[in-house]
C-alpha cells in the first residue's frame, strides 16, 4: 500500500522506520527522556521526527507489537515525506486519507454508510456553511468530521476527471483559511464548482456515491 501511495505521490527513495511501544513512559525511555513534566497523566502519545528523504514514527499507545495498522495514517506519512502537512490543506489531506484508506479498520464505504446514516439525512444540511461551522459523526469510538468526507468525494471526483495531479492542487491551496476563498478558487478552476453552487454540487456527489 505504501507503493501505491508513494506513485500517486511521486515519491521516490523515502523511508520510514517504526518503533512501537506499550505506552508514553516506554516511548519517553526508548528515545531517552527520562522525565518531563509536560506529559504527566498521559498515557498514550505517538512522536515522530523526519531528516531529508527518512521519517522515524515512535508508538507509544499499546501497540508494542505493531498488530494495528491503519492504511488512513499511512497516507499521511508518505504525503508528509513530500511536503510538511502543515502546509497543505488539512481537509483534503483528511478527504485522501479516508477514501484511500478508510479509517481504524473500517472501509471507506463503512465510513460512507455511516455519514449518510448520521448527517446526509438531513436533507437541509447546506455544505458550505459545514464547511465553516464543521459537524461531526461517530464511527465506534472515533469522531469523524463530516467536511473530510465531503472533500473525499471531490478528490474522488478530481481524480476521476483530471487525474491526481489534480488532487495535488487542490491539496497544496495551503493551509484552511477562514472563508476557504483560495480552496473555492481552485476547486472552482479544477472542477467547475464554486462557493456559489458547492451546496447543490456536494449534494449530487453525495446522492451519487454507490
Known amino acids: 500500500m ?22 508514553l513512559i516506554e ?32 508508538f507509544g499507545n499499546n501497540n508494542s507489537n505493531f498488530d494495528v ?3 488512513h495514517d499511512l497516507f499521511h506519512d508518505r504525503l508528509s515525506l513530500v511536503i510538511p502537512r502543515s502546509k497543505v490543506n488539512k481537509p483534503v489531506d483528511e478527504g485522501c486519507a479516508y477514501l484511500y ?20 439525512n438531513n436533507k437541509s444540511i447546506d455544505w458550505t456553511d459545514i464547511k465553516e461551522n464543521p459537524v461531526t459523526f461517530k464511527t465506534g469510538n472515533y ?17 476521476k476527471e ?5 488532487v495535488w492542487e487542490l491539496l497544496n491551496v495551503g493551509p484552511f483559511e477562514k472563508g476557504n476563498e483560495k480552496y473555492y478558487q481552485t476547486l472552482e478552476k479544477l472542477t467547475g464548482i464554486s462557493k456559489a453552487n458547492y451546496n447543490n454540487n456536494v ?4 446522492n451519487n456515491e454507490k
Open 101 to 120: 484508506g478508510g479509517s481504524w479498520g473500517l472501509s471507506w464505504k463503512e465510513i460512507f454508510k455511516s455519514f449518510k446514516e448520521q448527517i446526509a
Open 203 to 206: 449534494w449530487e456527489l453525495i
Open 27 to 58: 516511548l519517553e525511555k526508548l528515545i531517552g527522556v527520562e522525565y518531563k513534566a509536560d506529559y504527566n497523566g498521559r498515557r498514550e502519545s505517538v512522536w515522530s521526527s523526519s531528516y531529508g528523504n527518512r521519517k522515524l514514527i515512535v
Open 143 to 159: 469522531t469523524n468530521p463530516a467536511d473530510y468526507i465531503v472533500n473525499a468525494l471531490l478528490v474522488k471526483k478530481i481524480e
Open 2 to 23: 505504501a507503493a501505491t501511495f508513494d506513485r500517486k505521490l511521486k515519491s521516490t527513495n523515502k523511508i520510514i522506520d517504526y518503533y512501537c511501544c506499550d505506552n
Open 69 to 71: 495498522f491503519d492504511p
Open 162 to 166: 483530471r487525474g491526481f495531479p489534480g
